[in-house]
Each structure stands twice: as C-alpha cells, then as structure tokens.
C-alpha cells in the first residue's frame, strides 16, 4: 500500500509543478498587461484619436463623432487603451507561453519554433498596420461620399471602435496565412502541389471570409481577400523553400553515407 501510495505521489507532483508554474505565467501576463495600461491610460484619449483620425480626416468641416450613451466617453477610450495593452504586451505574454512549453520540445522544434513566434507576431502587427493605413483610408472615403447629400455623418464613438477592432482583428489574423500554410507543409500534413491545386478554393473562401468579417461592400471586401490570397502564395513558396533544403540535406547525408563506404 505504502509503495503504490508513493508511485500516485510521484506522479501527481509533476503536475502540480505544472499548474503552479502555467499559474506563474499566467500571472505575470496579466500583471504585464496590467502595466502597460497603467502606462498608457493618461494618453487614452490621444490614443482613441490617432484611431479616429482616418475617418475624422473625410468628414465635413467641422463634424465630429458623438457619444449616445452616457458612459461612452469613458469607456470607448479606456476598452480601446486595454485593448493596445493587449496587443502591445504580445511579445512578452507568447514568451512566457514560450518559457512554458519549451522545456518539452525537442532541439529541432525549438529551432523552428522561435521564428514562427517571431513572425506571428511580426505579421498580425502588420496586418494591423495595412489596415490602418490602406483599408480605412479607403473605406471610409468609399462609406462618406456614397450617403445621401442631406446626411450628416456623424458616428457614435462605441460603434466605430467595435467597427474598427473588428477589422484589425481580421487582417491582424487574415496575416497569419503564410504562417499556418507553412505549418501545413513542414509538418507534412500537406504538400505544396496538393495546395496548389487548390487556388480556385482558396480565392473563393478567401472572397467569403472577406464577406463575414466585414461590412457589406465589394472594396473592403476585396481589400481582405486579395492580400489573404496573396499571403495564401507566400505561404507555399516558403513550402518550396523547405521542400527544396529538405532535398539538398537528404542528398547530402546520402553523399556522406557513400563517401563513408567506400
């Protein structure tokens, strides 16, 4: 009895170091978070601004944006200040994620593992950034100039920013393709010609995901779909590029095998 006992000890205290180590890490993610709000919050209303401003830069002469709830004021710019706390604490929150699992990861899938974290990061950044700085712009030029001429545009400032969160979000994780696509082909679940043969799928369900995620106009539309088939394409050339070293790496250990004996 007594040894039984102590085989379920011994298998029970890996675990709770597990989830005492996960509740660490947990912790310090959000304290980090907690920290850049704190940070950022004097300037939230300067950071709701800067968010506005490719819609504030198309309307009339003297609009503005209004406020319909009481709260709103408030809370539009202090959810859109945790919001970038979020996003700017993405680095340090996927490192502790990272500190977590790399302990149980093999050499080569550590070796691969850090420059996808890297890149994820690096690409819903700038998915962010492309639609900021290409989609709004064109947006809402497309959304101002089409309403009726006796129509004041005057948007409530909650609703633009669960608008505008929205399509970051979408072309924040739109971005992400060439990463998943990667994925698919390194971990052999799939192979570049078998992808390849998909395309006319692909940009079909790119055009559909572009028609879910946002508002119901062909440009914006369009302003998702074509770069989701355009990194859909990075995704496999990078497929070709790990394809073609695997080859060269094969060819030359056989090489090596040959030399060796003879």
Known sequence: MSD???????GQAPLIEHLIELRSRLLRSVVAIFVIFLGLYPFAN???????QPLMALLPEGSQMIATEVASPFLA???????????V????????????????LYDNEKALAMPILASSVGLFY???AFAYYAVFPLLFQFFTQTGPENVAVMTDINQYLNFVLKLFFAFGVAF???????LLIASGATTVESLSKKRPYVILG???VGMLLTPPDVISQSLLAVPMYLLYEVGILFGRLVRYRRRKASQAEDETGEH???
């Open 89 to 104: 604490a993405i680095p340090y929150v996927l490192h502790q994620a990272w500190a977590f699992v790399a302990p149980g």
């Open 126 to 128: 700038a998915g962010a």
């Open 176 to 182: 992400e393709i060439p990463i998943a696509t990667f």
């Open 260 to 262: 060796d004996k003879s």
């Open 4 to 10: 039984s006992g102590d085989k379920q000890d011994l």
């Open 46 to 52: 300067e950071i709701y601004t800067f968010v506005a």
């Open 77 to 87: 710019p202090f959810k859109l200040t945790l919001v970038v706390a979020v996003f």
């Open 206 to 208: 790119c055009f559909v």
